[in-house]
């Protein structure tokens, strides 16, 4: 039974640049939220995706976007990246849309320069 | 917005029992989450309460109080490799729930 998958592990991207992160679910998950990680922090909501569509957002700008596929696999954008995006990005899937029990994967070190 | 408060640092001896705290905001207050993080790793679930009182897996127990807006998780027979972050995490309620996590209590488990 698969967990949830991130890619890549790592990443670094110069000021400006824009950037995609990637999360397969837990199997007989349907439901996919983002979270921002910085050192020492607890995880940031981003956003969370759930049949395709985005249902809830944390504080964070429109350049920060994400989209669901069908077999419920999610995106990550971040466009116009500054040096305060460099953290790492978790997804955590769940069921039917819940919060409660979230399983997350190994995810993402973005740096940016 | 939410916020979650928690004690930045506990330090407990092999064997031990621990109590990690967590304090909530109550407005449109759901339940509460616990999750384990290594350093360099995930964080992995560990135990929810949606109700008052206390649930129990294992050598981990959590408990939750509405009335004090308040939970503790408590770790029991401590083990070196308990060493890591815990997080509290209230979910809240209005439509889809939103979840907000603590910053996280550094627990150093000493021989």
């Known amino acids: 039974d698969a967990g949830v998958t991130q890619s890549p592990t790592h990443l670094i991207k110069t000021r400006g640049q824009q950037v995609t992160l990637r999360c397969s679910p837990k199997?007989?998950?349907?439901?996919v939220s983002w979270y921002q990680q910085a050192l020492g922090q607890g995880p940031q909501f981003i956003f969370q995706?759930?049949?395709?569509?985005?249902?809830q957002r944390g504080n964070f700008p429109d350049r920060f976007s994400g989209h669901q596929f069908p077999n419920y696999s999610s995106e990550l954008n971040v466009n116009a990246l500054l040096l305060g995006d460099s953290a790492l990005y978790l997804c955590?899937?769940?069921?039917?849309?819940?919060?409660?029990?979230?399983?997350f994967g190994p995810g993402t070190r973005l740096t940016v320069t | 917005g939410q916020s979650l408060e928690q004690p930045s640092e506990v330090t407990a001896v092999e064997g031990a029992i621990v109590q990690i705290n967590c304090t909530y905001q109550?407005?449109?207050?759901?339940?509460l989450s616990w999750y384990q993080q290594h350093d360099g790793g995930a964080p992995t679930f560990l135990s929810y309460?949606?109700?008052?009182g206390l649930e129990e897996t294992g050598r981990f127990s959590s408990f939750l109080s509405r009335s004090d807006s308040y939970g503790y998780l408590l770790l029991q027979e401590l083990q070196m490799k308990d060493s890591a972050s815990y997080f509290c995490?209230?979910?809240?309620?209005?439509?889809?729930?939103?979840?907000?996590f603590g910053t996280g209590t550094k627990l150093q488990v000493i021989p």
């Open positions: 955590a899937s769940s069921f039917s849309a819940g919060v409660s029990e979230q399983y």
């Open positions: 199997s007989g998950h349907d439901t």
């Open positions: 995706y759930y049949e395709e569509e985005e249902r």
């Open positions: 109550t407005s449109g207050f759901y339940g």
């Open positions: 309460n949606g109700l008052d």
């Open positions: 995490a209230a979910s809240y309620s209005g439509g889809y729930q939103k979840v907000t």
